[in-house]
């Protein structure tokens, strides 16, 4: 045992501790500095135009996610203003700590520098991590809430403190204000610590005052659903009925995991559920492992997409660290400690072109081809030269200056009571951000939480509408003119339409508001 007196030579568990924080920290600014160096090629993502609007309306809640990433816009603007990158800046800052938690579980899990490299480069290498934490949204935050809290547990379980769920209770009710899936990473947890002998930690106080914590910081969030007759839930049952994402089998699902980690990791994160749930050191985290396999279950169950389990893999990273510094310890292994870094770092190298915005898009597509490997859809109705993540990257200004022509070209009395509708989230969002340098006004949409905001003054005497069908239009207009035409060749199949103008709604716009809503 390590002196406590002040003065004393460090013992051996403070050298490795401090060690292997140091590993984490490097591999921390890494991953940092990738995203910095990166994240502002090709262009907003479509789902970034919307949570630029959310954080234009800050709430406690929205239609189709948790109210954090509307607060995280709304800060991301005023502290680094418009640009790409600054909007950017607070996911790569996520990656970073995503990185540094791995290191500090290989810590508490016994593990020293050569686990923690490894747990961390394998974090760091991971495809699905290079894409989520290029992009501004709740999935570049959900990990750290995660991993905090199974670092609480952690802490709980090693050094037999109690005080520890406090912490877990705050990871987990911010979780729940970044994103609702929280509830299942709990409910799973739960599961884990009744089927081990960790339920035995129902008898303590601080258990229970972590768990209440978490449903105080919760509670706006709740308040808000149930203010809005639970609309969150009536969006997830319409995208059920709807057949929208891609259903896949579970020997699928599971290879979707192993693919979006980098295949070359398999074999970390393999070894870090068998040290949860099997290995003489690792198995009094078995809650750990066991919350794995029913988060696991539970997605496949609900047919989720393939990345709502990345949140999870760092944990057993680190776990998986500590068995390879093991295996590295024999004499024939030994090689190992330098070798499968090595390829695991030049590999991962290879693959990253595949999720980073590194390469002009023609050279983007000849080395896809040449790789023989495209990312797996998780939606029936995205198509495009590029994978979604990169698709929905391209032809949003070169919209809205299309649209900024037909508005402009209305005749002056026209132009004045004219409003712009889009019938999805991406087109209202880029209108919003980039109109008004253009001389536009907002937008409306009946889609996803834009539908809550209304019709804003607009009657619909005059309305430009964006993604419309013709026959749509002319079902609910006196006269349909086409106006215009979008498609910028990389953009998703669904960003090239045609723009109408809209005279004499049938209906007064507020007055058929109702009947537009569109939750999907």
């Not at 068995?323 to 590999?347: C, D, G, I, N």
Request: hydrophobic share 50%; glycine share 10%; aromatic share 14%.
């Amino acid at each position: 045992m390590a002196s406590e007196t002040p003065g004393a030579p460090e013992g051996p568990d403070e050298r490795r501790g401090r060690g292997v924080l140091a590993v984490a920290a490097g591999f921390a600014l890494a991953k940092l500095l990738t995203h910095l160096l990166t994240n502002d090629a090709y262009g907003y993502f479509r789902d970034e135009l919307y949570f630029i609007a959310c954080g234009e309306h800050p709430d406690w809640g929205y239609v189709d996610h948790s109210p954090m990433v509307g607060w995280a816009a709304w800060f991301a603007r005023r502290a680094f203003g418009d640009s790409l990158a600054g909007l950017r800046f607070l996911p790569a800052l996520a990656g970073a700590l995503k990185v540094f938690l791995t290191g500090l579980l290989v810590r508490e899990f016994g593990g020293g520098r050569v686990a923690c490299a490894v747990a961390c480069l394998c974090v760091l290498v991971a495809p699905i991590y290079l894409g989520v934490d290029t992009l501004f949204s709740m999935n570049a935050f959900e990990p750290v809430f995660w991993m905090t809290g199974a670092l609480a547990v952690v802490l709980a379980v090693r050094r037999g403190e109690p005080r520890w769920w406090l912490l877990f209770g705050l990871a987990a009710g911010l979780g729940l204000q970044n994103k609702h899936s929280t509830l299942f990473y709990g409910f799973a947890l739960l599961v884990g610590v009744v089927a081990t002998d960790a339920r035995r930690v129902f008898r303590s106080k601080w258990f229970w005052a972590g768990g209440s914590l978490a449903l105080l910081i919760f509670l706006p969030n709740l308040l808000w659903e149930y203010r809005h007759d639970w609309a969150t839930l009536e969006l997830l049952s319409n995208v059920g009925r709807s057949g929208k994402n891609v259903s896949v089998s579970p020997a699928e699902f599971v290879k979707q995991q192993i693919l979006m980690l980098h295949p070359l990791s398999f074999p970390v994160w393999a070894a870090g559920l068998w040290f949860l749930l099997f290995d003489r050191e690792g198995r009094r985290f078995r809650l750990l492992g066991v919350a794995y396999l029913v988060l696991l279950a539970t997605i496949i169950a609900l047919k989720g997409k393939n990345y709502y389990m990345q949140p999870v893999y760092p944990l057993l990273f680190a776990a998986g660290g500590v068995l390879f510094e093991r295996l590295t310890r024999r004499r024939r292994a030994a090689w190992l400690k330098y070798a499968y870094p090595l390829v695991l770092l030049a590999s991962g190298a290879a693959l990253a072109p595949l999720v980073l915005p590194l390469l002009p898009v023609e050279t983007y597509l000849r080395y896809q081809e040449r790789l023989g490997f495209k990312p797996p859809k998780t939606e029936v109705g995205h198509a495009g030269p590029l994978p979604q993540h990169f698709g929905d990257m391209f032809g949003w200004p070169e919209m809205v200056e299309e649209v900024a022509r037909v508005y402009h070209s209305l005749p002056p009395e026209e132009r004045a009571k004219a409003g712009i509708f889009a019938n999805n989230y991406g087109e209202a969002g880029a209108v919003d951000f980039f109109g008004p340098a253009r001389g536009l006004p907002k937008a409306v949409s009946p889609h996803q939480n834009y539908f809550l905001w209304g019709p804003r003054e607009y009657t619909g005497e005059v309305l430009i509408l964006l993604q419309s069908k013709r026959k749509d239009a002319e079902r609910n207009c006196l006269s349909v003119e086409e106006a215009g035409r979008v498609g910028h060749p990389y953009a998703m199949a669904e960003e090239h339409f045609t723009i109408f103008v809209c005279r004499g709604l049938k209906k007064p716009l507020r007055e058929l508001w109702p009947e537009l809503k569109h939750w999907n």
